[in-house]
C-alpha cells in the first residue's frame, strides 16, 4: 500500500484543514500587523519625551527665557523622531517653537515648579520614524507556511483518528463580556427645542468634538445621545472621581467660551461599561440604555443650572473634603418624581485656583482649535 493511501478521505477533514488555515493565515496577519505596536511605542515615546522637557524647562519658562528655549526647540526639532515642537507660557502665549506644529501625532505635557504651572510643550512626532520595516523573507516564509497547513493539517487528522474515524464535538463555553465601572457625564442640549435642525446638528457636534479633546486629557470616549445632547463615558479604575470632576468642569467650561449656539447642563453619575472607554471604538446605544435611564438622566441634567454640575451621591461620596466643599445638596420636586430615593448634589463655587487651571486648559484647548480651523 503506497504511503498516501494509508489517509483515507471523510467529510470532516477538508473543512478542519480550511479551518486551520484560516487561522494561521488570520494568526500571521496580526502577528505582522504592527500599526498598533508603532502607535503604543509612539505614544510611550511621546508622552515621555514632553513630560522630560515639561519637567527640566519648566524654570526657563518661568522666566520666559526665549533665546534658551528656541535652542532647546531647534536642537529637539532636529532629531528624527521629532517632527516639530513648541513652547507655551502658563497664559498659552507663545514662547518659542520648531518644526511642524500639525495636530496629528501630537502630544502635550505641563510644566511645573513648585507645584506652580509655569507653561506647557507640545511635541509633534514623526511617524515615519517609527515604522515597523517588513523583510521579504519572512513574508515569503509566512506564505510557504500557510500554503503547506492544509496538508499537514490533514496528516494529523488521520493520524488521530485511526481507530476513531469520527471527529469528537467539542462545547467551549462563550467568555462573557468583561464590565468595568465608568463615569458617565449626561450633557443635556437645554435649548435643544429652541433649535432649528441645522443648528441642532452644530450645536452636537461642537459638543462631540469639545467632548473629544477633553478624553484626550481624560481617558474615555463621548457618545451621542440622540437629539436631546450627548454623554461622556469615562474609565472609573483610571483617573478617580477628583480628575472625572475636574473632567466635567473642563468641558462645561469648554462649551461655556466656544462660540456654540447650544446651552448645556451636565449631571456626572455612574454606570458600567463593556470594556475600558478608552479603548472602545464603538458602543452600542441599547446597552447604555440597559446600564442606565437615559431620560431621567438627561432630565436631572436640566436640572443643574447654568454653569452647575449636579452630582449624584455616589460621586460626591469619592470626592475629596475640598472638592466636597464646592457643592450642596440640591433639592427639586422633579427628582422625588423620577428618583425618590436619590440623593444629588449641585456645584455651588470653586477653588480660585482651580477654577484658573481649568481656565487655562480651556484658553489651551480653544487656542489649538482656532488655529486647526
Not at 120 to 139: C, G, K, N, S, T
Not at 264 to 274: G, I, K, W
Not at 315 to 341: G, K, M
Request: hydrophobic fraction near 45%.
Amino acid at each position: 500500500m503506497q504511503w498516501w493511501q494509508r489517509f483515507r478521505p471523510n467529510r470532516a477533514a477538508l473543512p478542519a484543514a480550511v479551518l486551520a488555515t484560516a487561522l494561521t493565515a488570520l494568526s500571521l496577519l496580526l502577528i505582522w500587523s504592527g500599526q498598533g505596536r508603532m502607535q503604543q511605542e509612539m505614544d510611550r515615546f511621546g508622552i515621555k519625551l514632553a513630560g522630560s522637557l515639561a519637567h527640566s524647562n519648566a524654570g526657563e519658562l518661568l522666566d520666559a527665557r526665549r533665546i534658551n528655549l528656541a535652542v532647546i526647540a531647534n536642537r529637539v526639532a532636529a532629531e528624527p523622531e521629532v517632527a516639530g515642537i513648541s513652547f507655551f507660557n502658563s497664559a498659552n502665549e507663545l514662547v518659542a517653537m520648531s518644526g511642524s506644529q500639525q495636530r496629528e501625532y501630537r502630544y502635550s505635557a505641563a510644566a511645573t515648579l513648585n507645584n506652580t504651572l509655569t507653561g506647557y510643550v507640545y511635541i509633534v512626532l514623526e511617524p515615519r520614524a517609527f515604522a515597523i520595516e517588513m523583510p521579504w523573507a519572512r513574508w515569503l516564509l509566512s506564505i510557504l507556511a500557510v500554503l503547506a497547513t492544509p496538508l499537514l493539517t490533514l496528516v494529523l487528522i488521520q493520524l488521530g483518528t485511526q481507530g476513531n474515524r469520527s471527529l469528537p464535538i467539542v462545547s467551549v463555553p462563550s467568555e462573557p463580556e468583561r464590565e468595568e465601572p465608568a463615569y458617565l457625564l449626561v450633557v443635556n442640549l437645554y435649548n435643544q427645542p429652541a433649535l432649528g435642525k441645522e443648528s441642532l446638528q452644530r450645536a452636537l457636534q461642537d459638543a462631540i468634538n469639545m467632548g473629544q479633546e477633553v478624553c484626550a486629557l481624560h481617558p474615555g470616549m463621548p457618545i451621542q445621545l440622540r437629539d436631546r445632547g450627548v454623554a461622556l463615558l469615562l474609565t472609573r479604575d483610571q483617573i478617580g472621581a477628583a480628575n472625572v470632576f475636574r473632567a466635567a468642569l473642563l468641558l462645561q467650561r469648554l462649551l461655556t467660551e466656544y462660540e456654540t449656539e447650544g446651552n448645556f447642563r451636565f449631571y456626572l453619575s455612574t454606570t458600567r461599561s463593556p470594556g475600558d472607554p478608552s479603548e472602545i471604538t464603538n458602543l452600542d446605544y441599547a446597552y447604555l440604555e440597559e446600564q442606565v435611564d437615559l431620560d431621567n438622566a438627561l432630565t436631572l441634567a436640566s436640572l443643574s443650572g447654568n454653569e452647575r454640575i449636579l452630582l449624584s451621591q455616589q460621586v460626591f461620596s469619592e470626592l475629596s473634603p475640598d472638592q466636597q466643599a464646592w457643592c450642596a445638596p440640591f433639592e427639586h420636586p422633579i427628582i422625588e418624581d423620577i428618583a425618590p430615593e436619590a440623593t444629588c448634589f449641585n456645584t455651588v463655587s470653586l477653588d480660585p485656583d482651580e477654577s484658573q487651571r481649568i481656565g487655562d486648559q480651556a484658553r489651551m484647548i480653544l487656542g489649538f482649535n482656532l488655529q486647526d480651523a
